[in-house]
């Protein structure tokens, strides 16, 4: 069955880095983007961007264009979402969810990784 | 950026009574508009794609309408599994979502 498992929680400072891992299995990983998004305590879901596991191209969100860069690596089958320059507002869970091409809807989602910014 | 607004913001309903939930996108996206449900300290789930289209194992009470501006998704008479948080999300371009819409069991 498709799973897409995340990396734990994790606790940043302001102005450091987060890097979150999501690890793909029971499908091709390459032949299907992976989306990022995130949801800050209480709030509403907020797109950040997709990457092509096979070609590696990207597309960011334009708020988080500069701080945001999204790789992968095939032999594991995982992508990884990093957010630089963390400050408290970038406090929230980060899902990654898979979608089969440009335009198509999520369909499978990872469980979530909370990430604290707080001095 | 292709803003999507949600409406109401939140809902209060008896169980058996029909739902209507409203998206309207800031300029067209053709049917790239999908529903998704989210309840709480879970991952959002796919209920409909493309604005009509059916998911397997989701429930038919759940259904789809709308291209262009403006989508519904309606919840046919209201079971009490089914309080959660409801959002749309357009891929026509990049990606946004609604703020969603938050549906309680009176």
């Known amino acids: 069955q498709v799973q897409l498992v995340q990396s734990g929680a994790e606790v940043k400072k302001p102005g450091a880095s987060v890097k979150v891992s999501c690890k793909a299995s029971?499908?091709?990983?390459?032949?299907?983007?992976i989306n990022w998004v995130r949801q800050a305590t209480g709030q509403g879901l907020e797109w950040m961007g997709w990457m092509n596991p096979n070609s590696g191209n990207t597309g960011y969100a334009q708020k988080f264009q500069g701080r945001v860069t999204m790789t992968r690596n095939t032999s594991i089958s995982t992508a990884y979402m990093e957010l630089s320059s963390l400050r408290s507002e970038d406090t929230a869970v980060y899902y990654c969810a898979r979608i089969h091409d440009r335009g198509a809807p999520h369909d499978y989602w990872g469980q979530g990784t909370l990430v604290t910014v707080s001095s | 950026e292709i803003v999507l607004t949600q409406s109401p913001d939140f809902q209060s309903v008896t169980p058996k009574e029909k739902v209507t939930i409203t998206c309207r996108a800031s300029q067209s996206i053709g049917s790239s508009l999908h529903w998704y449900q989210q309840k709480p300290d879970q991952s959002p789930k796919l209920l409909i794609k493309?604005?009509?289209q059916s998911i397997s194992g989701v429930p038919s009470r759940f259904s789809g309408s709308g291209s262009g501006t403006d989508f519904t998704l309606t919840i046919n008479s209201l079971e009490a599994e089914d309080a959660a948080t409801y959002y749309c999300h357009q891929s026509s371009s990049l990606g946004t979502f609604g703020q969603g819409t938050k549906v309680e069991i009176k």
């Open positions: 029971g499908y091709t990983f390459t032949s299907y983007d």
């Open positions: 493309y604005a009509s």
